[in-house]
């Protein structure tokens, strides 16, 4: 049994003059919704035993909000590949992953982690959190997928379970709604 939870950086400040998108930064909210999905992730005693994450300025410092948020920080493998990644590429990424991992956390963009997302979960009507996904993966939300494997490389579309499902709105209204698609 593997665990893959898929976190999208918090929101980012289109405010900030940069000159990549590479190095956007988060905006308040975003530090806040961070911060709030790492208390959330330590209430939930959730662990990960790898984490993989987008190098970009807005998925870093999304991390360090959520180590603030957790009480302790995970160690990170940076992937060049997980920055605006589409799921075909993210799959190459989790397939890639430790097998000594059983939960693996990814820290990335949409839209490619939706699009993962649906893609790995089976279109069944009346499934709620899938519908949910598919309606808005808004930033900082966190979707956990358990598969019934015992290496990554079998990960595979229509196989996994979409177990959890979490928008900072739904851990604090002043959070959300997410209204922009950065």
């Known amino acids: 049994m593997k665990r893959l939870t898929l976190l999208r950086h918090a929101k980012s ?6 000159a990549r998108d590479f190095d956007r930064p988060l905006n308040a909210r975003g530090k806040r919704a961070a911060r709030r999905m790492g208390r959330y992730i330590r209430d939930e005693q959730l662990d990960f035993d790898h984490l993989i994450s987008s190098p970009a300025v807005r998925c870093t410092e999304t991390l ?3 180590w603030e ?4 920080e995970i160690e990170a493998a940076w992937d060049r590949r997980v920055y605006l990644a589409s799921a075909a590429t993210l799959m ?20 490619g982690f939706e699009d993962l997302i649906l893609s790995l979960i089976p279109d069944r009507a009346g499934d709620p959190l899938r519908d949910a996904v598919e309606t808005k993966f808004p930033t900082a939300a966190l979707a ?18 979409l ?3 979490v928008r900072p709105r739904d851990l604090d209204s002043a959070l959300g709604p997410d209204t922009a698609s950065h």
């Not at 400040?13 to 940069?18: A, C, F, I, Q, T």
């Not at 948020?69 to 302790?72: T, Y």
């Not at 190459?92 to 839209?111: E, K, Y």
């Not at 956990?144 to 379970?161: C, K, M, P, Y």
């Open 69 to 72: 948020g957790l009480g302790r």
């Open 64 to 66: 360090d909000r959520l």
């Open 92 to 111: 190459d990424v989790i397939h890639d992953a430790p097998d000594t991992a059983q939960s693996l956390l990814v820290c990335g963009h949409n839209p």
């Open 144 to 161: 956990e997928i358990r598969f019934d494997i015992d290496a990554w490389s079998e990960v595979r579309s229509a196989s996994g379970v």
């Open 163 to 165: 177990t959890r499902f």
């Open 13 to 18: 400040s289109w405010d900030d003059p940069v």
